[in-house]
């Protein structure tokens, strides 16, 4: 034991001295740590977000502002606690430039203070977003390439109003994003909310009951929110349950590339909101979906598109200090310009370090080939800002 | 009146896919002492193997049908690789080594069927709702998992209770050294008994499958539910396994269906919906504790 603690001393003061010798050598790959899901039940997302990461890599050349970098992969496994470990990890062994990633809301607010505030690391969110991030929580080594839990929601129910539905049911799964969600649709949608459903999560996948509460509340709509796979596995139920032509069910973050292959035909015509479309038709965009469809024979989804923006976003900040990212402040002001081609078209950042940008409403339907994917029908939402940033103390 | 029907029916539902699975576990635990995590696996195994032998036949049934002895034949792999050499072993070294067969399965399923996870479609024949009541409308899939579940819970009773290997299986259960004594060809009981329990815990997951989608790790959530289910029902025992299935497949849809209404009478509506779910999550342990205080052994449970 003794001889073992030695031996952990020692490497640890090597690597201090190694970590300190760093800047020193000036062609030092920048590092990247990148925290996803890349094993269990939700894995297809966290490698929809790899492959968009290793496709920025490959638009990139290697290369940010002169200089090489690589990412280091971390798998969360869906839960807080570990997405927490492997954060630490990256900061403190790996000693990474910017960590980026985080599909899940609970994961990404256990994980933000070890990284933001005991690391001094820029932390970007490629998809998590909770309200208390935007408001309250809002950090200056925080950037999202994302949105806010409440306004995808937000979009779906203003376009909904607007379409004069009268009465939802609401459903989601019961944690961070998915409370902000419901938050979210109800600021928006003025109707009457006849019922709402907060199941157990992750570990509910039979809705059998809800559905039956659903039939004898009887509502204009539908509205979830569940991610991967409990999307595929809701919108069977709802189908087998014979509500499908029935009450029409509207969604966010439930139906896209990464949940269609598996749901098919059961969830054409569905309406969604969202920020980005595979099929907004902007250069970035188009370079983005055409190649990663050339690759890999599929659509990417927003999670991949958000990843691969995450990376353009460091890029620019390097490209603009011309690779040199050891001054935080700096790096951070460059950062705040979002001054790079996303793939959602041009965004401004927000005092809160959250995108000001649109909202698009979206269905599911088949390309011309048969496959499905979803195109946009409608703007919900033009240069929207979260709710929540008048909270957040940074100006 | 008709909710309430429709209600009670999603909870019988869900009790007889839990008896499939408790049944295989009360049985390896009460006569072969072994308490094996991995039998969530077994349950992931059913499902992915008729995956691909759906997608072989292009039949539902037929490609079910091919599965399960498939599954039988995996029992007996698992039982003779592994199981076996853990019966003699404590009851920690059987959670270690059964817990690594979690790993081991959840790996073997993402090498050969890859991580997205799969789905099976249900039979056309199946696909859409029955009027169990006129003007009450229920799934025809899952009024006929309810068939074919109360059908294979009729088939165990009969042979647990009038032949001549049920009648070995239930003097294992309640003393295990004694019929080994009487020249009981053990290793063969054992190794049915854990083939046996395997096809039940795959036929239920394969059941499933259509409603929830084939996932990794889709047996390890619904496991620990299961051995709350062989608690109450008493260590060994087939009866109160399905009892206790039924209870808490009632108690499951209750918690969800009508607790967050009970507790909007007196709660704000915003903290009842995020309380239920709460709740009703611990309702099942705390109907086991209730139980466990009664009667310590579970319902039906061998007094030793």
């Not at chain 1, 409370?179 to 570990?203: C, H, N, S, Y």
């Not at chain 2, 466990?292 to 030793?304: A, K």
């Given at each position: 034991m003794k001889s073992k603690l030695f031996?952990?001393?020692?490497?640890a003061a090597l690597a201090t001295i190694a970590a300190g010798s760093l800047p020193a050598v000036a062609q030092s790959p920048i590092k990247i740590g990148f925290v996803s899901t890349f094993s269990g039940p939700q894995a297809a997302i966290g490698e929809d977000m790899r492959r968009s990461v290793e496709l920025a890599k490959e638009h990139l050349g290697g290369k940010m502002g002169g200089r090489p970098f690589e990412i280091v992969y971390e798998d969360d496994q869906f839960k807080p606690d570990v997405g927490k470990q492997k954060s630490e990890k990256l900061v403190q062994q790996d000693k990474v430039n910017f960590i980026a990633g985080y599909i899940w809301s609970n994961v990404l607010l256990a994980s933000l203070k070890p990284v933001t505030d005991e690391g001094d690391t820029i932390l970007i969110s490629a998809n998590a977003g909770p309200s208390q991030i935007a408001g309250e929580l809002c950090n200056k080594n925080f950037f999202s390439t994302s949105w806010v839990n409440d306004q995808t929601p937000m979009a779906m129910g203003e376009y909904l109003q607007s379409k004069g539905v009268k009465s939802l049911y609401l459903m989601a799964g019961n944690y961070a994003a998915g409370?902000?969600?419901?938050?979210?649709?109800?600021?928006?949608?003025?109707?009457?909310?006849?019922?709402?459903?907060?199941?157990?999560?992750?570990?509910?996948?039979d809705f059998s009951a809800e559905l039956a509460?659903?039939?004898?509340?009887?509502?204009?709509?539908?509205?979830?929110?569940?991610?991967?796979?409990?999307?595929?596995?809701?919108?069977?139920?709802?189908?087998?349950?014979?509500?499908?032509?029935?009450?029409?069910?509207?969604?966010?973050?439930?139906?896209?590339?990464?949940?269609?292959?598996l749901q098919k035909d059961l969830a054409l015509g569905t309406l969604g909101a969202q920020e980005w479309v595979n099929d907004l038709p902007n250069d970035a965009n188009k370079k983005y979906v055409a190649d990663f469809k050339k690759k890999h024979g599929v659509y990417p989804s927003y999670y991949g598109a958000q990843s691969y923006d995450a990376i353009m976003l460091i890029a620019s900040a390097a490209e603009a200090l011309k690779g040199d990212v050891s001054d935080k402040s700096k790096v951070r002001a460059e950062m705040k310009k979002a001054n790079f081609k996303s793939v959602r078209g041009d965004f401004k950042y927000n005092t809160n370090q959250f995108p000001i940008q649109n909202f698009y409403i979206q269905e599911a339907v088949k390309d011309p080939e048969g496959m499905m994917t979803v195109k946009t029908i409608a703007t919900a939402m033009k240069d929207a800002k979260d709710p929540f940033y008048e909270k957040c103390s940074m100006k | 009146m008709d909710y309430l029907l429709l209600q009670m029916l999603n909870g019988v539902q869900l009790g007889l896919l839990m008896f499939l699975l408790a049944a295989g576990l009360t049985l390896t635990f009460g006569i072969m002492d072994l308490v094996n995590l991995a039998h969530g696996s077994l349950y992931m195994m059913g499902a992915y193997i008729a995956w691909t032998t759906i997608g072989w036949t292009d039949s539902f049934v037929l490609g079910a049908l091919l599965a399960l002895p498939?599954?039988?034949?995996?029992?007996?792999?698992?039982?003779?690789?592994?199981?076996?050499?853990?019966?003699?072993?404590?009851?920690?070294?059987?959670?270690?080594?059964?817990?690594?067969?979690?790993?081991?399965?959840?790996?073997?399923?993402?090498?050969?069927?890859g991580p997205a996870g799969k789905s099976i479609a249900?039979?056309?024949?199946?696909?859409?709702?029955?009027?169990?009541?006129?003007?009450?409308?229920?799934?025809?899939?899952?009024?006929?998992?309810?068939?074919?579940?109360?059908?294979?819970?009729?088939?165990?009773?009969?042979?647990?209770?009038?032949?001549?290997?049920?009648?070995?299986?239930?003097a294992g259960a309640s003393n295990r050294r004694m019929i080994g004594a009487l020249g009981?060809?053990?290793?063969?009981?054992?190794?049915?008994?854990?083939?046996?329990?395997?096809?039940?815990?795959?036929?239920?997951?394969?059941?499933?499958a259509p409603i929830t989608s084939v996932k990794i790790g889709m047996g390890d959530d619904i496991l620990i539910l299961?051995?709350?289910?062989?608690?109450?029902?008493?260590?060994?025992?087939?009866?109160?396994?399905?009892?206790?299935?039924?209870?808490?497949?009632?108690?499951d849809i209750v918690g969800r269906a009508f607790l967050p209404d009970l507790l909007k009478t007196f709660l704000s509506a915003s903290a009842a919906s995020s309380a239920a779910p709460a709740i009703s999550q611990v309702l099942v342990y705390i109907v086991m504790a209730g139980v466990?205080?009664?009667?310590?052994?579970?319902?039906?449970?061998?007094?030793?």
């Open positions: 031996g952990t001393a020692t490497i409370k902000d969600m419901l938050a979210g649709v109800k600021r928006t949608f003025k109707g009457q909310i006849v019922g709402e459903d907060l199941t157990k999560w992750p570990d509910q996948l509460k659903i039939r004898a509340a009887k509502p204009d709509g539908i509205f979830i929110f569940y991610p991967g796979a409990h999307g595929v596995q809701f919108l069977t139920q709802y189908a087998q349950a014979g509500l499908k032509g029935q009450i029409p069910l509207y969604q966010v973050f439930s139906i896209d590339a990464i949940t269609l292959p | 498939v599954i039988f034949l995996l029992g007996l792999v698992v039982e003779a690789v592994v199981a076996r050499r853990l019966y003699v072993r404590n009851h920690l070294d059987q959670v270690l080594a059964t817990f690594g067969l979690i790993l081991f399965f959840n790996e073997l399923v993402r090498v050969i069927w249900v039979p056309t024949f199946l696909n859409h709702t029955v009027e169990i009541l006129p003007g009450v409308p229920y799934p025809a899939y899952r009024f006929a998992i309810i068939v074919v579940g109360a059908v294979v819970a009729v088939l165990l009773a009969w042979l647990v209770a009038r032949t001549r290997i049920g009648m070995l299986i239930r009981v060809n053990i290793e063969l009981l054992f190794s049915l008994v854990f083939g046996l329990g395997a096809v039940f815990a795959g036929l239920a997951g394969l059941m499933a299961a051995f709350v289910i062989i608690v109450i029902g008493g260590i060994g025992s087939i009866k109160g396994a399905f009892i206790a299935a039924m209870v808490v497949g009632q108690i466990l205080v009664w009667r310590p052994t579970g319902l039906f449970g061998q007094r030793q």
